[in-house]
């Protein structure tokens, strides 16, 4: 098995826990694991992919996995939840509340790229057409920021998700 660490963060809820996330094996998955300072003990949760997972503050870790759908599972490592099921999803983020989600879906013959909103049970609330799959949300609001191209240039983009206003950043 692979040992080189990728990324690491401790759990929001609890400093004696270590996430980190262990390059992919021959088959290219990464693997993302918990360590307990207490106990010593090391526990695998899942395979990941590319993107790094997203840990909220009500005790989720939300990841994609090589398959391109979105999945969350407990800070324990119980409950594993698939949110989506089209293959096409990558880079999922929290938002501010925690009450919902914002991934970056890929483009398809039938639909144009987008940054798609769900709530917990997996169901679309809204969509943003952007052609990237970086975006920020906002810990202290429904905003965020975001990467769109226009006129071939790629430029940073803020959004106040309540009103619907986009501001160009730079």
């Known amino acids: ?27 290219g998955y990464n693997k993302l694991y918990l360590f307990d300072l207490i106990s010593q003990t090391r526990t695998y949760l899942s395979e990941i992919g590319d993107f790094l997972p997203q840990i909220s503050s009500n005790g989720w870790i939300l990841f994609n996995k090589n398959d391109l759908n979105i999945y969350k599972i407990k800070t324990n490592g119980d409950s594993l939840t698939q949110l989506t099921s089209d293959n096409f999803c990558s880079d999922p ?40 799959p970086n975006s920020v949300p906002s810990r202290l609001g429904n905003k965020m ?8 240039k790629v430029n940073v983009y803020f959004k106040d998700l309540t009103v619907n206003s986009e501001t160009f950043v730079a």
């Open 1 to 27: 098995e692979n040992k080189n660490v990728k990324a690491f963060f401790f759990n929001l809820a609890s400093s004696n826990q270590i996430y980190y996330i262990v390059v992919g094996d021959i088959f």
């Open 93 to 132: 983020k929290w938002n501010y509340s925690s009450k919902s989600i914002f991934y970056f879906r890929v483009a398809t013959a039938n639909q144009s790229s987008q940054l798609v909103e769900l709530n917990l049970k997996g169901q679309q609330l809204n969509g943003l057409a952007t052609e990237l």
């Open 145 to 152: 920021i975001y990467l769109k191209t226009v006129s071939n």
